[in-house]
């Protein structure tokens, strides 16, 4: 394990620490870079993924002060993108709400069907995103799917589907 006694590798490890938290925060409210990317242009997408590719590169070897420099270019590059999706008329998720990325889409979920008309007038316009609320989606689990999952539990075993193709 390597020692970290420096002062500037101490401020860089609590700086990264604080902009994980913030990505964290920000994948929480937001539903994660996916769909605030879907909230903006495709032009400040790629600025956002090319600052992105800079902080990368700078983590594996640039001096701490240019990772640090880089740390805070992220948090403008995040504010960027929440605040022109903002402009574009799109709001952070409540906390009701979670968000799910599936193939090339993206999926706001509910708890109950009467949550969904709020959602769709919050987060209707958000594109390519569908709305969903889990009592829809265990409508459409077949009982033998539920049935499978009943007794791998009854018998100890801890299943998950990673995937199901329905012919």
Known sequence: MI??????EKSFIKALGDFRS???????????RKRL???VD????????KAEMLFEESLIDKPIYKKIEMIDMMTRAYKALIL?????GH???????????YGDGIAIVCTYD???ELMK????????VTLWSMQEIFRIITPGYTGIKEAMKKNGIDGTFAQVNHK
């Open 114 to 116: 009467s949550e969904i």
């Open 121 to 128: 007038t919050i987060h209707g316009k958000d594109k390519d």
């Open 22 to 32: 913030y990505e964290a925060d920000i994948k929480a409210k937001w539903g994660g």
């Open 3 to 8: 020692r970290m006694d420096s002062y500037k």
């Open 42 to 49: 495709t032009a400040l997408e790629i600025k956002f993924c």
């Open 37 to 39: 990317f879907k909230c």
């Open 91 to 101: 709001k952070a998720l409540d906390a009701i709400y979670s968000c799910y990325k």
């Open 84 to 88: 022109k999706a903002e402009s574009n």
